[in-house]
């Protein structure tokens, strides 16, 4: 019997020598280049995995795509599988681009590592394109777009600048989201990472975060904010609507007048802060636990109530709607002076 199971196991590791080797250090070293003639109304669609993208606009009619890879794999042990290497897919279909990246690799038993030096994702385009991107872990960096952006990124951090598209789309695993200059509708999902948007001029902007903080700046338009756990500050916001919601974190706010504002405030956990521009005319209504905590510092104000947990009245003659309240903390509403 032992000299049969002996003859098993040689003939098995035989076998299995078909499909496994010994590996040692290796060098990838691959440039792809890829051009397609586009016309308004074209979409791109890139799956970048781990790599970085930077997306150039420029007048020709033409996107041409250039990617750069450069890794080292160190690996000693037993190999299974297809052998390691990197490739670019490139099509196009009817009104689309494809351009996907694929990393192969093999599993181990023993050690290995992969060292990547340069992954880079470097894109030429007309300005009309609308991109559709998701990848991994790898920034995303967009300037001076006019169309329809979608990106989808696990680990990795967005930067867009002067865009000018209908509708921006952003969803984030675990990254931070920067925005200078946008116009037209804005929506992202950032589960761990913090948001930082500047010169917006938009008319729906929806943020959901989970565990960062958001800041806004210099913004006009209609905006919906729910956050977790994190804080919201705002400067220099016209806003129309403002619907903000947070479980866990401060809200301060400085707001410009000039539009009608419909405003409602709330956080479980944290400060309410709200500095208004002199000509706001809205009614306004702030709740606490107790009323020693909600804090009115407004010239001129008109019906003034207040009871044991909150504290309304109007100025301006009330034309807009300001709610806020907390269900631990203070509120602060007063004059910008």
């Given at each position: 019997m032992a000299k049969k199971s002996s003859t098993l196991l040689i003939l098995s590791l035989f076998i299995l020598s078909g499909f496994v080797t010994t590996a040692a250090a290796?060098?990838?070293?691959?440039?792809?280049?890829?051009?397609?003639?586009?016309?308004?109304?074209?979409?791109?669609?890139?799956?970048h995995g781990d790599g970085d993208v930077k997306l150039i606009p420029w007048e020709e009619n033409v996107i041409d795509v250039k990617v750069r890879y450069r890794a080292d794999i160190d690996a000693v042990g037993i190999r299974l599988g297809s052998r390691d290497d990197f490739v670019v897919e490139f099509r196009q279909t009817g009104s689309t681009v494809y351009v996907?990246?694929?990393?192969?690799?093999?599993?181990?038993?023993?050690?290995?590592?992969?060292?990547?030096?340069?992954?880079?994702?470097?894109i030429h385009s007309?300005?009309?394109?609308?991109?559709?991107?998701?990848?991994?872990?790898g920034d995303v960096e967009i300037t001076d777009w006019a169309a329809k952006i979608d990106c989808r990124i696990d680990d990795g951090?967005?930067?867009?600048?002067?865009?000018?598209?209908?509708?921006?789309?952003?969803?984030?695993?675990?990254?931070?989201?920067?925005?200078?200059?946008?116009?037209?509708?804005?929506?992202?999902?950032?589960?761990?990472?913090?948001?930082?948007?500047?010169?917006?001029?938009?008319?729906?902007?929806?943020?959901?975060?989970?565990?960062?903080?958001?800041?806004?700046?210099a913004a006009e338009g209609s905006f919906d904010i729910a956050v977790d756990d994190g804080n919201v500050t705002m400067r220099q916001i016209a806003a129309s609507g403002l619907i903000i919601r947070a479980n866990d974190g401060d809200i301060d706010l400085d707001l410009l007048a000039g539009q009608k504002l419909d405003a409602d405030i709330?956080?479980?956990?944290?400060?309410?802060?709200?500095?208004?521009?002199?000509?706001?005319?809205?009614?306004?209504?702030?709740?606490?636990?107790?009323?020693?905590?909600?804090?009115?510092?407004?010239?001129?104000?008109?019906?003034?109530?207040?009871?044991?947990?909150?504290?309304?009245?109007?100025?301006?003659?009330?034309?807009?709607?300001?709610?806020?309240?907390?269900?631990?903390?203070?509120?602060?509403?007063?004059?910008?002076?």
């Open positions: 290796k060098e990838i070293n691959k440039d792809f280049h890829q051009s397609f003639d586009v016309k308004t109304g074209d979409t791109l669609r890139l799956k996907e990246g694929r990393e192969t690799s093999r599993g181990t038993i023993g050690f290995y590592n992969k060292k990547r030096y340069e992954y880079v994702y470097e007309p300005d009309y394109i609308e991109l559709d991107l998701s990848g991994d872990d951090d967005v930067t867009l600048r002067n865009i000018d598209g209908e509708h921006t789309s952003i969803w984030g695993e675990d990254g931070d989201i920067t925005i200078d200059d946008l116009t037209g509708e804005l929506t992202i999902e950032l589960d761990d990472g913090d948001l930082y948007l500047s010169g917006l001029n938009t008319p729906r902007c929806r943020l959901e975060g989970e565990d960062g903080d958001i800041e806004i700046s709330r956080t479980d956990d944290g400060n309410v802060s709200i500095d208004l521009e002199r000509g706001f005319s809205l009614s306004f209504n702030a709740s606490a636990d107790d009323v020693d905590y909600i804090h009115v510092d407004l010239k001129d104000v008109q019906n003034f109530r207040e009871d044991r947990v909150s504290k309304s009245g109007v100025i301006g003659g009330g034309e807009g709607r300001l709610k806020i309240e907390t269900a631990d903390g203070d509120i602060t509403i007063r004059d910008k002076f």
